[in-house]
């Protein structure tokens, strides 16, 4: 399984983002669950959002409308479009599938993102 992330980059505050991961070795819509994470300076690695197989979505609140997770079933990838962002924004983002029915989680390279003016 791998997991191949881009979309990381320098940006204004109130700007946006989009971040992708193509996968290979896992579906998205059928047997991972797949999600962004991100890692601030200092801080453990905490949950963005997530879609289910079936596209249910979830976001952490201190995205939630400014954050939109998609996917791609044909190229087989997730997506995630950050706007207004803000400088507590700024971290590494990793993108993450979780195979359903196990414990077995795996991770991309990680894209840094930084709001700054």
């Known amino acids: 399984v791998q997991l191949q992330a881009s979309g990381g980059g320098l940006v204004q505050p109130g700007g946006s983002l989009r971040l992708s991961c193509a996968a290979s070795?896992?579906?998205?819509?059928?047997?991972?669950?797949g999600g962004w994470y991100r890692q601030r300076p200092g801080e453990e690695r905490e949950l963005v959002a997530r879609?289910?197989?079936?596209?249910?979505?979830n976001y952490a609140d201190s995205v939630k409308g400014r954050a939109s997770i998609s996917r791609d079933d044909f190229k087989n990838t997730i997506s995630l479009q950050l706007d207004n962002l803000k400088p507590e924004d700024t971290a590494i983002y990793y993108c993450?599938?979780?195979?359903?029915?196990?414990?077995?989680?795996?991770w991309g390279q990680g894209t840094l993102v930084t709001v700054s003016s």
């Open positions: 993450n599938a979780h195979k359903y029915g196990t414990t077995l989680q795996y």
């Open positions: 070795g896992i579906r998205f819509d059928a047997n991972a669950m």
């Open positions: 879609i289910t197989r079936v596209g249910t979505k």
